[in-house]
């Protein structure tokens, strides 16, 4: 288990292992989400990466016949 220590002015340091498992780079943009007591740091990652990453998915719906 990897474990971070706040400094005084409340910043922390990815260990190098997360961060290469990840593939965070310098300059990675974070959106910090809390849930109560706990945060999570997730990247954000430009719409240009995200280019066909629902590619093959099915979008057939399934609706009743008096929704058509």
Request: glycine fraction near 8%; hydrophobic fraction near 40%.
């Amino acid at each position: 288990m990897n474990t971070v220590t706040v400094s005084s002015k409340f910043q922390v340091v990815i260990p190098k292992e997360i961060r290469e498992m990840i593939g965070l780079e310098v300059g990675t943009r974070l959106e910090i989400i809390s849930y109560g007591t706990r945060i999570e740091l997730v990247p954000i990652q430009p719409m240009k990466k995200l280019k066909g990453v629902f590619k093959g998915l099915n979008t057939d719906i399934q609706r009743e016949d008096d929704r058509i």
